[in-house]
């Protein structure tokens, strides 16, 4: 527990400390934080590389992916044991804050570093501090608000930590153009400053209520059915009781097969399903497949932060400012779609948006060639908006298929550890489960860049972004079949 916690006196303002929207808002900003960060040199690195380091032209494309690719592997090695030792310890805070700890230097590292050497470093130390964030912050969010609410939170949270990764490009070339490194490590400071403030202040739900009872209103932790007792016995007893009452309310359509038996573990679980229980969990197929649409998230969003600088400054001359503003495209549309495609996965389910947004995906990647080719017949003027309205349009799909992985990954989850009380420890699976989407999602972002860099420079824009819309389909027909509820292939009563 943090250390003013634990007196018996409550804390200064209490309430307003533990208010949900003030977790969200904190996970939300310690989300954007980690984002705008990565994101912030997104434009500045292919300069960067060239008049700071004396990287030759040839060479900048293969060191900015290496580069992005440092930050993603380096969260894919640690969100494991983040999010093994967050469920083992009292309160998430702390690692949260250590989190920020990493961050700071690695921020540090980047306004000076004068050798790759030091710049791999630095976005080392930032992928370890996106493996806390995103694995201990996620778990926060479904401690506050419950599984009933997740793809509404989840879908507002991603619009407004995209500025941070969508956004933070704009700001980063407007910033080097003006006024050179000092200006955007100085606004990295001041985001850094704002999240510490947010961190520190932060009481989480569980320890706000045992100082004020009064506030469990029984609507947030994922595992208040493993809190009442009885009420928990009966649960798992009567399925044709409160338990079937449990399964009407839960997020997604369900089949009639998805009762608590079939998440039941059989057997004595092996030594290491004991120490790392959620592996067990990857018995039903529908939890790879969740995690798996956070890779290909990952890496389209990825694809994007690595080719758009690198393809402007080719295609149309632009400086860093220019490539940075073309992200304004993809910003808009993610934005203001976001909670409306996160609101819709709640009412309706992960499978729909999974497979209307990846398959939307597909179409809007292949139409990224047009601007390229366009170029040799119109004028600059006239690509750049070609650019622009094609980039809006995979906006869209971004947006789409932004909360269904988190959603149905949880959903999963918390069908096994209510279906085995105690199996999974006093504070759930919930953090091991995001350290996992951690993995997934950083590998995309570590493979997403690398992939991108090579195509591109072997195929063509063009024939790179036609690979990844194949990718995007691939994974719209799987989602058909293991997302959400059994799809009905053929006339037969509709399975919930």
Known sequence: MVPWLSSDRPPWALKWRSKRVFIIATVAVG????????????????????????????????????????YAGASVLFSLPAGWIADRTNSRQAPFLCGLAALLLATIMLAVGQSIAVLVVARILQGISAAVVWTIGLAMVLDTVGAENLGKVIGSIFSFISVGELLAPVLGGVLYDKTGYKGVFGVASGVLVLDFVMRLLIIERKTAIKYDPSLDDGHSNPRDFNTRGQEREDADT????????????????????DDDEQYKIKGEPGRIIRAFPLLYC??????????????????????????????????????????????????IPYLILGPVAG????????????????????????????????????????????????????????????????????????????????????????????????????????????????????????NMNIFFAVLAGTTAVLSFFFIGQKPRLSGGKDRR
């Open 31 to 70: 989300l954007f934080t980690d984002l705008f960060l990565y994101g912030l040199v997104v434009p500045v690195l292919p300069f960067m590389l060239k008049e700071r380091l004396n990287i030759s032209d040839q060479d900048v494309q293969t060191y900015v992916s290496g580069l992005l690719a440092a």
């Open 238 to 257: 009567n399925h044709h009781g409160s338990g079937e009452a449990d399964e009407e309310s839960t997020l997604l359509p369900k089949d009639d097969e």
């Open 282 to 331: 990857f018995r039903n197929p529908r939890l790879f497949m969740a995690l798996s649409l956070a890779f290909v998230q990952a890496s389209l969003l990825s694809v994007f932060d690595a080719t758009i600088p690198t393809e402007a400054k080719d295609l149309l001359g632009f400086s860093s400012l220019e490539a940075g503003l073309l992200f304004i495209a993809l910003d």
């Open 343 to 462: 609101w819709a996965v709640d009412k309706y389910g992960t499978k729909p948006a999974a497979v209307i947004g990846f398959g939307y995906l597909v179409p809007a990647l292949v139409l990224l060639r047009i601007p390229s080719e366009a170029a040799t017949t119109s004028n600059a003027e006239h690509v750049t908006r070609l650019f622009c309205a094609m980039l809006a349009l995979n906006g869209i799909g971004l947006a789409i298929i932004g909360s269904p992985s988190v959603v149905e990954a949880s959903d999963v989850v918390q069908r096994f550890d209510k279906a085995n009380p105690g199996f999974f420890g006093a504070n759930g699976p919930y953090a091991q489960l995001y350290g996992f989407n951690s993995v997934f999602f950083c590998s995309g972002l570590a493979l997403g860049p690398v992939i991108s860099g090579v195509l591109r420079d072997r195929v063509g824009y063009g």
